[in-house]
Nanobody
Framework: VQLQASGGGLVQAGGPLRLSCAAS????????IGWFRQAPGKEREFVAA????????NYADSVKGRFTVSRDNARYTVYLQMNSLKPEDTAVYYC?????????????????WGQGTQVTVSS
C-alpha cells in the first residue's frame, strides 16, 4: 500500500482545512487508517483514526469536536476535516495504514506511511 497525503497549507486560526490520504492498492479497504502529526521539536503524536469499515473512529482529546475522520473505500481515500484550527495544530500531518484494521493510537501498529503534508495555522 502506498499513501499520499495532501491538502495542507496556511490557514488562519479558526478556519477549516481538509486533508486527504489517497491509497494505492485494492486491499486498502481492509486497513485501518490513522492520522499523526509532528510539530518542530516535538514527538509525533496521534490525531485520529478510522477502522477498515469506517464504522469506528478514534480521536486525540486535543482534536475531539473539531476534527472528523472519514473514508471512501470506493475512492481509496481517507479524509481529515479540521475545523476551528488553532496555532497549536501547526505540524506536518501524516497518514498511515495498518493491516490489523483498527484505530490504534500507537504508531507501531501502522505498517505503511505517507510522506506528510504541512499544516500551518496563523494566529
Amino acid at each position: 500500500v502506498q499513501l499520499q497525503a495532501s491538502g495542507g497549507g496556511l490557514v488562519q486560526a479558526g478556519g477549516p482545512l481538509r486533508l486527504s490520504c489517497a491509497a494505492s492498492g485494492r486491499i486498502f479497504s481492509n486497513y485501518g487508517i490513522g492520522w499523526f502529526r509532528q510539530a518542530p521539536g516535538k514527538e509525533r503524536e496521534f490525531v485520529a483514526a478510522i477502522n477498515w469499515s469506517g464504522g469506528i473512529t478514534n480521536y486525540a482529546d486535543s482534536v475531539k469536536g473539531r476534527f472528523t475522520v472519514s473514508r471512501d473505500n470506493a475512492r481509496y481515500t481517507v479524509y481529515l476535516q479540521m475545523n476551528s484550527l488553532k496555532p497549536e495544530d501547526t505540524a506536518v500531518y501524516y497518514c498511515a495504514a495498518g493491516r490489523y484494521g483498527g484505530t490504534s493510537v500507537q504508531s507501531y501498529d501502522y505498517d505503511y506511511w505517507g510522506q506528510g503534508t504541512q499544516v500551518t495555522v496563523s494566529s
